[in-house]
């Protein structure tokens, strides 16, 4: 994989299986992430390099994809992974979490989306991968924040891939089930199900890099059954919910587990 690929939040989990995976293809890899010290100890580790972002500020994104293609050449993907998820019952969500969630999850990637795009579309080439989630078409309670914007993502995503699909430019969304990253932190999975591992996730942006297509579910067996759970009735949705534990996993969690992981995304 000859390619320039950048990552933004590649300092730990998803991102940083990610830049492993396609650092080991051969493409050249640049991570990009708030806490500067662990993206450039994670980049160490993957002979890429790290550099600081802040994904919601225009001029911390310039410079970030400044410094990759003066580094390397023109960026040839951009994997908008940056996110954070806060949980719990949404009357006790602050406003400050919730403008923190959408100026992260929604602003970051349209910002990223918008800076790549002025740059690769005059090449007429290049790729837009959006981690969004599976979180983004299905709600659940205690997550609503989280899911407001990755459903802001999945339409973002589709729209601007249509906007742009004739001129050379791929834009995509891949969409994780749970993943064992930080993000789940003091949750359980739901019953008689597994969470998914960064790699799986990080295998399926590969594979969707060097196949371009408008969305990924990863696992991809739950792509079918979200697109027919769609048009169940609301009663055989509460049902199925309940089933497997979904109407509790994010409002019965462990503060403390998660105590960590969540001063960092307020601090």
Do not use: W
């Not at 650092?23 to 980049?43: F, L, N």
């Not at 749970?178 to 199900?193: D, I, M, Y």
């Not at 399926?204 to 048009?231: E, K, N, T």
């Amino acid at each position: 994989m000859s390619k320039v690929v950048l990552i933004t939040g590649g300092a730990r989990g998803i991102g940083l299986a990610t830049a492993r995976a396609v650092r080991a293809k051969g493409a050249d890899v640049v991570i990009g992430d708030i806490d500067e010290a662990a993206a450039k100890e994670a980049a160490d580790r993957i002979g890429a390099r790290g550099l600081a972002l802040d994904v919601t500020s225009r001029e911390s994104f310039t410079a970030f994809l400044d410094a990759a293609q003066e580094a390397f050449g023109p960026v040839d993907v951009l994997v908008n992974n940056a996110g954070i998820m806060p949980i719990g019952p949404v009357t006790e969500e602050s406003d400050a979490d919730a403008r923190r969630c959408m100026d992260v999850n929604v602003h970051g990637v349209m910002l990223g989306t918008k800076l790549a795009l002025e740059r690769m579309l005059p090449r007429g080439r290049g790729h837009i991968v959006n981690i969004a989630s599976l979180a983004g078409v299905l709600p659940t309670p205690g997550l609503a924040l989280y899911n407001a914007s990755k459903a802001a993502v999945v339409a973002f995503t589709d729209a601007t891939r249509l906007e742009v699909r004739d001129r050379g430019v791929h834009v995509s969304a891949v969409l994780p089930t749970f993943t064992n990253t930080e993000l789940v932190a003091g949750t359980r999975s739901p019953k008689g199900q597994r969470n998914c591992e960064p790699e799986e996730v990080a295998a399926a942006v590969v594979d969707l890099i060097g196949r371009p297509r408008p969305q990924v579910v990863v696992p991809r067996r739950l792509g079918a059954q979200v697109r027919l759970g769609a048009l169940f009735p609301d009663a055989l949705k509460r049902a199925i919910s309940r089933r497997y534990g979904l109407d509790r996993i994010f409002l019965d969690y462990d503060p403390e587990a998660r105590r960590a992981y969540d001063a960092r995304i307020r601090a």
